[in-house]
Structures are given as C-alpha cells and as structure tokens.
C-alpha cells in the first residue's frame, strides 16, 4: 500500500496494492497490521454503507463531539466522489482549512480522517456507493455539522456541482455555521 500524507497532520491518502487481469482485480481492503505499520493504530468498531442514486448528493460536513469523536477510513466501491474534510482542531497548523480529493471505485483511493475533522462529500456519478469504518460507535447525541456552503470554509463546490443545486437531505440543510461553532477538538502534535 502506498501512503501519502498531506499538509493536515494526519491525514493520509491511501493507495491499496491492486491485482488485476482479465478476469477482474482483488485487493486487500483493510489489514490492521498493515495500517498499523502506516501510523493508522485505530481499532475500527462500526463498518458503514451509503448508497447515492443521483450525482451532486452532498453530505457533510459531518463529525461527532468528543467522547463519541470518530476517526475514519473512507473510500468508493462504485462511481466516484469528491471528498472534502475540515480540520477544526484548535492549535492545528491547519486549523478550519479544507483539504479535498477525488475517492471513486477507479481509482481505489482511501482517505484515512482523524477525529477533530469535519467530514463531507458530493457524489460525481449516479449509483454512488460509499464506504467507511469508524472507531467510534454512532452516537446521535453527540452528531453534529457543519453547513456545507459556510462562507468560513469557502471551500469552491462549483466544478463538483457544475452549475447545480446540491441534493441535501433536511438534517444537511440546517447544520450550523462555522463561525457559530465552539470546536472542542484539541490537536496534539503526532
């Protein structure tokens, strides 16, 4: 596996080991020896699948408060997304920048999140299938959210969306911005 790390400490790109031939490919899609040896020492508790009919859903940006904060392992198993984190642990170098890469069943990348970022993603392809491991149960209590459009983030959706209205689910629509957020995440140097 090829690992590539970003300006966000922590957070890393993944490039898994592909075989393939004429019949298809195989790859080994979480190994926790191989993580651990990459700096990713997260025991995984929940497996999650979501399913996009349409390009242009957006969900996000999504976390959970401490004690609940979830750490993640990301990727595509069919279409493609644009995924968009946020960093929103105070003392962070990177502290309420965004960092995005393209996540699609082509191309087999995975994004490993630390826990103190802000989550989010728009499908670029109908038939979308998500994927992620968290280490951290869902706690709805302690869900919370960014709205996605925060003119704090700025983050430019525009060549993701082409022009469109992003397709948002009501809970999406009325998460609250980043300037009204007391953000509870501390970084601490790896």
Not at 33 to 39: A, P, W
Not at 40 to 63: I, K, M, T, W
Not at 132 to 158: F, H, N, Q, R
Request: proline share 6%.
């Amino acid at each position: 596996m090829q690992i590539h790390e970003t300006e966000f400490p922590g957070l890393l790109v993944l490039e898994p080991k592909v075989f393939q031939d004429e019949r298809g490919f195989f790859l080994e899609s979480y190994n926790r020896e191989s993580f651990r040896k990459l700096g990713v020492d997260c025991e995984f508790v929940q497996d999650n699948h979501a399913y996009s009919r349409d390009a242009g859903v957006l969900r996000g940006f999504h976390f959970q408060l401490p004690p609940a904060a979830q750490a993640k392992l990301v990727w595509v198993t069919r279409g493609a997304v644009l995924d968009v984190v946020v960093d929103l642990r105070k003392g962070s170098p990177t502290y309420e920048k965004w960092q995005h890469v393209i996540l699609s069943a082509a191309n087999f990348k995975r994004m490993f999140i630390p826990r103190g970022f802000g989550h989010s993603y728009v499908t670029l392809m109908s038939d979308t299938e998500f994927q992620y491991k968290v280490d951290a149960p869902y706690t709805p209590e302690l869900e919370c959210g960014i709205v996605w459009d925060d003119p704090d983030i700025a983050m430019d959706w525009s060549s993701a969306l082409h022009g469109h209205d992003p397709i948002l689910s009501e809970k999406d629509k009325r998460l609250i911005r980043l300037a009204d957020f007391e953000s509870p995440f501390i970084y601490e140097e790896l």
